[in-house]
RNA sequence: CGGGGCGUGGCGCAGUCUGGUAGCGCGCAAGUUUUGGGAACUUGAGGCCGCGGGUUCGAAUCCCGCCGCCCCGACCA
């Protein structure tokens, strides 16, 4: 048995390794009755999340830890696409929203008076909480990019994002407030923009695949705008999906509902579709963890955004807009990967990548084991959650398991005596006795 | 925004119909016995029964209003 090398460190505050008895959160055996989700439930019970309110949650350590990672996959894969990292703010004035008349058009966006107190129906709003940033990141660019020179360009943000959801549901999957990352990307013509969007495609891809759901996450034609026929979606199948798409057989392909109807819209998708062929379509419940898109000029012409050719022609920017939801992402992993008794994290994303647990605290030799065993995991940057509790066997393993870390290091006194530990894989619950010597070695690839 | 359901110690629930000293399980604290898959017993702490008003000698319970949460639908760059 294997444990292979995890690239790239943890990167915030959080000491390595962590001790549940000092955790500040707890499991619970039992899930809020508001909870219904599958995600939400998982989650909270293992206190990897808290909600606030409805469609609002609070992070906590190891529901951090999982979201940091997330979106530190989602950073690389867009720098190696050429994306430059940005922070644009999350309130934003009235004017830009109206100047591309989704102030009245996007239900879903807060609008707030920054005249202060309660925004009573009919009182004049002046701010909204960004649900998108378009309208803020088109004059943004458009004030750097005067020349074909300096074309194309991609920027993208990682944020907590607003949007008023009519009916907030199904934990993290549908929240009120939620993580994104928004990448937008500007050129000078319709063939750039083409190739940009593929290999955008190509990048998505890559995430997911890293998250552990890319046998399950297909490209999705959806409907598109004014400019293009199509969006394309990210949809990863699960039975808790939100949305209908129908798999194209023998494909990574699919089409979404709302386009399936349209015999038009679907020939172009399968050449030589015809009628009746609805049959070999698959259907599907999905959830959306990303949405491509061809904005062309919807944006920038309301801001006159604008460069330069080389025949000295003002030309219109030509645009590209790509959005993927970390903290949704995270709610479709748990979907996706748990089992009956609990999550089953990927350990690209795992909070921790090892827990090891003291079936005997206040054993002086099984402590002893124990701790040595903490600092030279740690030693070799394996990160560890080491339970030191005193709580029985039973409940050790429960919890361990509902937490989902991809390994457990169990180290108690029948195995002391033979002088081994056990290692258990999450997710095939495959257990294996092992000398401590061994242990570390298969840890560092040795 | 329509339809339905629910608000009772930290969590999960009973009690509401038929008004009369607020209960159970989990968790928490202390103790004893346990100790490799959610241990047992004993003791204990912890409640403006969502909020406001009303009826009544008396309201978790009945009436009116409000707030919040969940589910189904509508909606979902």
């Known amino acids: 048995m294997k444990l292979p090398l995890r690239g790239g460190k943890f990167c915030h505050g959080v000491p390595s390794p962590m001790r549940l008895s000092r955790l500040v959160t707890h499991t619970s055996k039992e899930s809020s009755r508001s909870e219904v989700s599958l995600n939400a439930q998982l989650l909270t019970r293992a206190g990897y999340v808290s909600r606030l309110m409805a469609g609002v949650y609070q992070f906590l350590p190891l529901g951090l830890r999982v979201l940091t990672r997330i979106e530190n996959i989602i950073r690389e894969e867009m720098n190696a696409l050429g994306g430059q990292e940005i922070l644009m703010p999350t309130l934003h004035p009235r004017e830009p929203w109206a100047k591309t008349g989704r102030w009245d058009t996007l239900d879903v966006l807060y609008r707030l008076s920054s005249e202060g107190g309660v925004v009573a129906p009919g009182t004049a709003c002046d701010l909204a909480l960004g649900p998108t940033h378009e309208e803020i990141v088109t004059p943004l660019v458009a004030g750097f990019v005067h020349s074909y020179r300096d074309l194309p360009t991609v920027v993208y943000q990682i944020q907590t994002k607003f949007r008023n959801e009519p009916r907030p549901k199904s934990g993290l999957l549908r929240g009120r407030e939620f993580r994104m990352k928004d990448m937008y990307s500007f050129h000078t013509n319709q063939d750039d923009l083409d190739d940009f969007y593929n290999r955008a495609v190509v990048a998505y891809r890559r995430v997911y695949e890293r998250c552990g759901l890319g046998d399950r996450t ?153 701790a040595d065993l903490e600092q030279r995991l740690a030693a070799i940057g394996i990160e560890t959650l ?54 570390l070695s298969h840890f560092t690839g040795g």
């Open 386 to 439: 080491y339970d030191d509790r005193t709580e029985s066997a039973g409940v050790k393993f429960a919890d361990m398991d509902l937490l989902g870390l991809p390994w457990q290091v169990i180290v108690g006194p029948r195995g002391l005596a033979k002088g081994v530990v056990e290692v258990k894989k999450r997710a095939d619950g495959q257990r294996q006795e092992i000398s401590v010597e061994s242990l």
């Open 218 to 370: 297909l490209l999705t034609y959806a409907s598109g705008g004014s400019f293009s026929r199509y969006s394309h979606e990210f949809q990863t199948l699960t039975p808790y999906g939100e949305d209908t798409i129908y798999r194209i057989p023998d494909t990574e392909l699919a089409i979404n509902r709302e386009i399936v109807g349209d015999l038009d819209a679907v020939r172009d998708i399968i050449p030589g579709y015809k009628p009746g062929d609805e049959k070999m379509l698959q259907e599907h419940k999905a959830i959306e963890v990303g949405n491509i898109f061809k904005l062309v000029t919807r944006f920038s012409d309301p801001f006159g955004a604008t460069y330069t050719d080389r025949d000295g022609e003002r030309c219109p920017i030509i645009m590209g807009t790509y959005g993927m939801g970390p903290s949704r992402l995270m709610g479709a992993i748990v979907e996706c990967l748990s089992d009956d008794h609990g999550m089953i994290w990927p350990e690209s994303v795992a909070p921790y990548r090892v827990g090891l647990i003291n079936l005997k605290p206040g054993a002086a030799d099984v402590d002893a084991l124990g």
